[in-house]
């Protein structure tokens, strides 16, 4: 998995080796995901590092930003507040996230650009989107759950609440064999 994610990382960033980024930039960032226009929302996950990851990644107009891990999309709407005009391509495997990341591309238009996908298929989720080589600015990647995982019982990550036994980000792509108290024997399934 490292090594395809470092692969599509290489292939796709415009960021080359000996050039670090301007960490100069950097604005304070407001932490209400929300597109603009519309009212506030219920927070699902508010990133802990925010600050830190615009700072580092510097955002400016029309760069390309790949996002690996959207989940809420925190860390999204706060590089879309440092620069309007740029585009996120946003990845996650977990359909809850990718559902959030086509809402918020509705109030964001073309900004957000959700795909549904595991780290070691973001090669071809990109060419599918049309995305060249060489054509992004930064990546983002916050490996793990997210509270929005942690604090839903019924996605089983929950170690305060209880839940079916599951811990998968993406339940729907794998049958459920412990939903079904009948089956004696437990299937493996994915990467």
Aim: charged letters at 20%; aromatic letters at 6%.
């Amino acid at each position: 998995m490292l090594a395809s994610l470092r692969h599509v990382c290489r292939s796709y960033s415009r960021f080359r080796r000996g050039a670090p980024p301007s960490l100069l930039q950097a604005k304070e960032v407001q932490l209400t995901p929300e597109p603009p226009g519309e009212a506030n929302q219920t927070v699902l996950h508010v990133p802990v590092m925010v600050n830190e990851v615009i700072e580092c990644l510097a955002p400016q107009e029309g760069q390309t930003i790949l996002d690996l891990t959207f989940g809420a999309g925190g860390h999204t709407t706060s590089i879309l507040r440092q620069a309007s005009n740029i585009k996120i391509l946003a990845l996650d495997r977990d359909p809850a996230a990718f559902a959030i990341a086509q809402q918020l591309a509705h109030g964001y238009g073309p900004n957000i650009q959700p795909l549904l996908g595991r780290f070691s298929e973001a090669e071809d989720l990109l060419k599918s989107a049309g995305v060249e080589p060489g054509s992004i600015d930064g990546v983002l990647l916050d490996a793990g759950c997210s509270s929005m995982q942690f604090d839903t019982p019924d996605r089983g990550f929950s170690l305060s609440k209880d839940g079916p036994l599951d811990m998968r980000m993406d339940g729907d792509r794998c049958f459920d064999s412990f939903s079904d108290r009948s089956s004696s024997t437990a299937s493996t399934c994915g990467d």
